[in-house]
C-alpha cells in the first residue's frame, strides 16, 4: 500500500488496458522533471538522467513487467519494449470507437447524460 500512494499516477497494468493513457502521462511527468528527452531516439542524456527516469519508469510499471524488462538499463530501450508491446492497442481503441460511432443511435436514450455516459467517445 505504501508503494501505491507514493506513486505519482496509476501504474502500467500488465494486460496494457491503460497503456494508451499512461504513456501521455509519462511524457508529461519526465517533461516536468526534465527528463524527457531520456526516452527519445538519439538522445544525449547523461547517465545519471538515465538512471533517474528508469528509476521513475520502473515505480510506474506493473510487478510483472518490471520482472520481464528487469535487465533493461536504459529508460529509451524500455519505452521501446513497452511500446513493442502495446502498441497495437491503438488499433483495437480506434477500432472499437469506429464501431461505436458508426452504431450511435441518440433517440436510443431518454436522457443527454445517459446517452453520454454510454458513449465515451473522445474526439
Known amino acids: 500500500i505504501t508503494n501505491i500512494k ?3 499516477f496509476i501504474a502500467l497494468d500488465i494486460s496494457g488496458k491503460n ?3 499512461w504513456v501521455l502521462v509519462v511524457k508529461l ?11 527519445d531516439e538519439d538522445n544525449a542524456a547523461s547517465n545519471e538522467e538515465r538512471v533517474t527516469a528508469l528509476i521513475f519508469l520502473r515505480h510506474h510499471i506493473d510487478d510483472g513487467l518490471k520482472y520481464e524488462y528487469l535487465t ?18 491503438k488499433t483495437v481503441v480506434m477500432l472499437k470507437t469506429l464501431n461505436d460511432w458508426s452504431q450511435l443511435r441518440f433517440q436510443d436514450f431518454k436522457t443527454v447524460s445517459k446517452y453520454n455516459s454510454t458513449f465515451k467517445i473522445v474526439s
Do not use: A, C, G, W
Open 72 to 89: 533493461v538499463e536504459n529508460p529509451l530501450e524500455l519505452r521501446q519494449n513497452l511500446n513493442d508491446m502495446f502498441e497495437h492497442l
Open 6 to 8: 507514493n506513486r505519482k
Open 29 to 39: 511527468h519526465l517533461s516536468t522533471k526534465k527528463l524527457r528527452h531520456t526516452i
Open 19 to 21: 497503456y494508451l493513457s
